[in-house]
């Protein structure tokens, strides 16, 4: 089976500038960090204004300060959430890069900011690297999927050196539960763990290089395969301007399957929200049965979606949503520096905006929950930050009504 490692997106807390995913991964250095620039998106002012929904300000200037979090502003992007409006950080010390293990320390914030380290079971093997490639946070567990590289030399001859794939449970109160080890004849990329305790998994078919989105019983076995249709991915404009250089793999062209890596599952209630960044698609609600609903979001002219903020199923959606030439930018350079984005309330049912939400405080990149019918932030303030205020520097949670 071939393998193409990947990492999350990393966001510099204070500085909102993004890293993604590339061939060798490893977490970013300080020297990453890039100056602010301006959005590579050209529209125009009748661009802005055309079908402008009304706006919603929402100051989240104030925070609760956090103890117990890493004294680190390097965490993996986007912040995680569970339905519950419990907000996941994973933190990243870039000192430990030659450990063999590509994977941050893992903290939730709950809303009234209590915080909970959640230890995950990573094996330890000698010459093998170990990459966390998802992590989601369900109702009643949290799903990390993983794989282990064994390291080969010119001694190990023909050693298998095929990736091995695991998922590590563990409690919402931050306690290891179990670890899955997964025998599937696919490559699993994202999870994401039901109400059932049966996980959903998108990965790529290995013959035909196509994503495939299936079920999988509580002990990680193969259940069956949920309809994925590839065709609208490779009918969507944006998403053929993103990926016209197909990833090439075994000899063939996977332009179908290249979307797939950065697709995403996020949770909603119960339910499963399962999107594509960077494109008009539909926002597929999926449950034990397979594909719900799938809400086709009407975005202003320009706008893309780039991330539905995780929430309750009584709630509204809030989309982060960005221009194309952002997106072309981060897939371009692995690296985009303060992307122009928005955020817009929409109606779940009928997809249609309510209303745009301009943030003060901090940026729209930065919020991680919509769940409570609120926005949550989590801050990290250097000392920079806080030299002519009370404040002192470190993490805070802002949270306001929405």
Wanted: charged content about 20%; overall charge negative.
């Amino acid at each position: 089976m071939t393998y193409r490692s990947f990492l999350p997106l990393f966001l510099f807390a204070g500085l909102h500038t993004f890293g993604q995913q590339s061939n060798n991964p490893t977490p970013p250095s300080k020297s990453q960090v890039k100056a602010p620039a301006q959005s590579t998106a050209n529209t125009s002012a009748e661009d802005e204004q055309e079908d402008a929904p009304t706006v919603r300000t929402i100051d989240l200037s104030d925070g609760k300060p956090l103890t117990g979090l890493p004294n680190s502003p390097i965490v993996g992007y986007p912040a995680l959430c569970s339905s519950d409006g419990t907000t996941f950080l994973e933190f990243y010390n870039t000192s430990a890069q030659s450990s063999g293990v590509v994977a941050g320390q893992l903290f939730s914030i709950s809303e009234s900011g209590e915080i909970k380290k959640i230890h995950r079971n990573l094996p330890v093997q000698n010459k093998a690297t170990i990459y966390v490639l998802s992590t989601y946070p369900g109702e009643d567990a949290i799903a990390t999927l993983f794989s282990v590289i064994p390291q080969t030399s010119q001694k190990d001859g023909e050693r298998d050196n095929s990736p091995q794939y695991y998922i590590s449970l563990s409690k919402r109160n931050g306690e290891f539960s179990k670890q899955l080890p997964l025998s599937l004849r696919f490559e699993p990329l994202k999870v994401a763990v039901l109400e059932s305790g049966r996980f959903l998994m998108l990965g790529i078919e290995p013959l035909n290089h196509q994503p495939m989105l299936a079920l999988l019983d509580t002990d990680g076995t193969y259940l069956r395969s949920l309809d994925l249709d590839p065709r609208p991915i490779a009918g969507s404009e944006s998403l053929q301007a993103l990926y016209k250089n197909p990833v090439k793999r075994s000899g063939s062209l996977d332009a179908s399957a290249a979307p797939a890596r950065d697709a995403v599952f996020t949770p909603y209630g119960n339910k499963v929200l399962f999107f594509q960044p960077g494109s008009d698609l539909p926002v597929r609600i999926l449950g034990e049965d397979g594909e719900e609903n799938a809400v086709h979001v009407s975005l202003p002219k320009n706008y893309l979606l780039e991330y539905v903020l995780p929430s309750s199923t009584s709630d509204t959606w809030v989309i982060r949503s960005q221009r194309l030439g952002d997106f072309m930018m981060l897939r371009s350079k692995g690296i985009a520096t303060n992307p122009k984005q928005q955020l817009f309330e929409v109606d779940p049912l009928t997809g249609n905006v309510l209303h745009a939400l301009q943030i003060s405080g901090t940026q729209p990149g930065e919020i991680s929950c919509a769940a409570d019918k609120k926005l949550s932030a989590p801050r990290y303030l250097s000392r920079g930050d806080v030299k002519d205020t009370d404040k002192s520097a470190g993490w805070y949670l802002a949270s306001q009504d929405r």
